[in-house]
């Protein structure tokens, strides 16, 4: 079973807020994703990383920043949030090492913003 | 422009019959294939994949179909169950690096 943890599950803001959204991965992966995904739509990836210090802006244009510090965690920030960024945010993560080529997902943030 | 489409949104289905999830795809260059189940309020769950040298892979009750000819794959369970009912993502990868994702098909199986 993957492990991979993300904080909090649900958030209600005003606009104009800072968040992070938290997203930790304990299986030492070491790529790590960042999607927005939205009801009857697909999964946009809006960053990811394919390593420490390493992060790329993905398809979907985000007014996100994201960090990788240290291998396990991938936070993504948010400086000013508006109630465009209402969504539910999914982290993943995947190895490029051995076989299998599936991302593991943690279970979400469903953001809204007042 | 979307490269991987699920052109149905909804597939209702008997317990104990055959459920078909399908999926197109425009990039050739798509060499892998996942299927993920997701549950609402819940992150997607890995079901099962295909790389692009097969034609077939079978994991107990799923099976997944490749046709690259006609960049269509489709995703069997059989027999459905209650517990089968969730969203299906079809999602496909160039070298396993990112990853395209289709809009999803709800099934929902009728006991």
């Known amino acids: 079973e993957a492990d991979i943890y993300q904080t909090p599950r649900y958030l209600v803001i005003g606009t104009g807020k800072k968040i992070t959204l938290e997203c930790s991965q304990t299986?030492?992966?070491?790529?790590m994703y960042w999607y927005q995904q939205d009801p009857g739509m697909e999964l946009h990836l809006i960053h990811y990383?394919?390593?420490?210090?390493?992060?790329e802006k993905g398809d979907l244009s985000s007014e996100s920043t994201v960090s990788r510090i240290r291998t396990e965690h991938f936070p993504l920030t948010l400086e000013s949030a508006r109630p465009s960024h209402t969504s539910q945010y999914l982290c993943?993560?995947?190895?490029?090492?051995?076989?299998?080529?599936?991302?593991?997902f943690g279970p979400g943030t469903r953001l809204t913003v007042l | 422009d979307q490269q991987v489409k699920q052109n149905s949104p909804s597939l209702s289905v008997q317990e104990g019959r055959i459920s078909i999830l399908n999926c197109d795809y425009t990039?050739?260059?798509?060499?892998?294939f996942l299927w993920y189940k997701k549950y609402p309020a819940e992150g997607p769950t890995f079901l099962i994949s295909?790389?692009?040298?097969?034609d077939k892979n079978e994991d107990g009750r799923f099976t997944v179909f490749l046709n690259k000819s006609a960049k269509h794959l489709s995703l069997h369970i059989v027999p459905s169950q209650p517990g089968d009912s969730a969203v299906y993502f079809c999602?496909?990868?160039?070298?396993?690096?990112?990853?395209?994702f289709g809009t999803g098909t709800s099934l929902t199986v009728i006991p």
């Open positions: 993943a993560s995947k190895s490029s090492r051995g076989a299998g080529l599936q991302q593991f």
């Open positions: 299986m030492g992966h070491d790529k």
């Open positions: 990383s394919y390593g420490v210090n390493s992060t």
């Open positions: 990039n050739s260059m798509f060499d892998y």
């Open positions: 295909i790389s692009s040298i097969k």
């Open positions: 999602a496909a990868s160039a070298a396993g690096n990112q990853f395209y």
